[in-house]
């Protein structure tokens, strides 16, 4: 038997936390107090694009990454993992364009 033959239809903890999370945020029924922005010095390595649990984060070729405000759920999980240190956080109710 491979170990493939059986996944779990159940999300997981994680998963789960991350689909209600981000559903509250978006009925408002949790206030998020900070988000994240890219700020200069980005080298483009794409770690923050793969950790993002939302997919908030483009990358713009040749430019930096894009972290999408809307889709941003306040986790810190770029940030943690940009070894340029370029991924900042911001207070909501500051000017982050």
């Known amino acids: 038997m491979s170990n493939l033959s059986y996944l779990s239809p159940v999300p997981s903890l994680a998963q789960r936390f991350i689909?209600?999370?981000?559903?509250?945020i978006r009925k408002?029924?949790?206030?998020?107090?900070?988000?994240?922005?890219?700020?200069?010095?980005?080298?483009?390595?794409?770690?923050?694009?793969y950790v993002?649990?939302?997919?908030?984060?483009s990358l713009k070729p040749n430019v930096t990454a894009?972290?999408?405000?809307?889709?941003?759920?306040g986790c810190g999980q770029c940030a943690d993992?940009?070894?340029?240190?370029?991924?900042?956080?911001v207070e909501r109710k500051t000017d982050i364009h």
């Open 28 to 49: 408002g029924a949790c206030v998020m107090r900070s988000i994240y922005r890219v700020r200069g010095g980005c080298t483009l390595c794409a770690m923050c694009y």
């Open 19 to 24: 689909i209600v999370y981000t559903e509250n």
């Open 52 to 57: 993002c649990p939302t997919k908030a984060i």
């Open 66 to 73: 894009v972290i999408d405000a809307e889709k941003c759920i």
């Open 81 to 89: 993992n940009c070894q340029a240190e370029a991924i900042v956080r």
